[in-house]
């Protein structure tokens, strides 16, 4: 939209938590395989080359006054541009300072944003290397890039789901079986379900849009009592997102997509452009596409602060901070 927007973060080394210890909270379900990947590679190079995006929680507003007093004493060593993104680095070097941070998130929570595998990749390297009775300095500790909930330029764009695969899927029987739980309202182009979908974010509705190469619609929940009985040993907040909704009351109620496959991306798989996944029904590839809306920074907190996980692909934050402009050596 041609919008501008700034976000501000505090690239460091965190200790690595257990997530039972409820001192780094995970918010979204990770995939074996992606997992598998990154502990070779961080087996083979003893690096982390890309930090993993976390938020916290400031109140007081504190943390935030302090980094920009330090931003503001210098010029930033690093600066540069990607066409998209300019990144700006700013190094703290002053005992006090980093002192003084350090007490300032002693006690607090740290919930990711971007980068469970990565993280649970580093649980797995730290307890491996202390079954075979090896040190490495660093392996204690993970590089992280820490901002505040509430700063006003951060940004999560919602990642949309494709269906492939099925056997005997029936678009029109789908829109059917839907209007158990949804209203439907049927729109003429991707950009009107898009609108429509803003729209529905803007009133607190909980919707998502369809096509399966007919016509687009915007389903939108009757009533969240429906989550309540089919989830009733999750929270309200996970009851309650969008994602939570179409997971649980189209993906397996109706097209019988369990979690299993879910998890191994059998029938269904993700993309982050509405224009892509319009494509991909159009080409024949996917047999439907889903679009939904952001899920919001509110819900992440709570969802994590309960201890439970969302589906995976529930979010995706932008921007991200560029492979490599910081690199973390274990050996360190």
Known sequence: ??????????VCRVRLSDFAEGVVLPHEETLSKAKEDRFQLLSATRCNFSSIYSLYRDEGGLTRQRLLNLK??????????????????????????IEALREDFAGRKLYIADGHHRYETGLRYRDTLARQGAYLPGSQYILMTLTDMADPGFTVFPTHRLVRGLEGFDGAALLSACQEDFSLAPCKTRQESLAALEEAYREGQHAFALYSGREWTVLALKDTAVMEKLLPEKSQAYRTLDVS?????????????????MANQKNLTYTRSAEEA?????????QC????????VEEI?????????????????????????????LED
């Open 1 to 10: 939209r041609g919008e501008t927007r700034k976000v501000r973060g505090l």
């Open 72 to 97: 503001n004493t210098c010029p930033p060593r690093y600066a540069f541009s990607d066409g998209l993104v300019t990144h700006r680095l700013w190094v703290i070097n002053d005992p006090m300072a």
């Open 245 to 261: 909704i179409l997971h649980s009351l189209v993906l397996e109620k109706l097209l019988g997509i369990d979690k299993e496959n």
């Open 278 to 286: 319009q494509a991909a029904v159009d080409r024949g590839e996917s």
């Open 289 to 296: 596409c889903f679009l939904l809306n952001p899920t919001r």
């Open 301 to 329: 907190g709570q969802v994590a602060q309960n201890g439970e996980k969302m589906p995976q692909k529930s979010t995706y934050f932008y921007p991200k901070l560029i492979t490599g402009l910081v690199v973390n050596s």
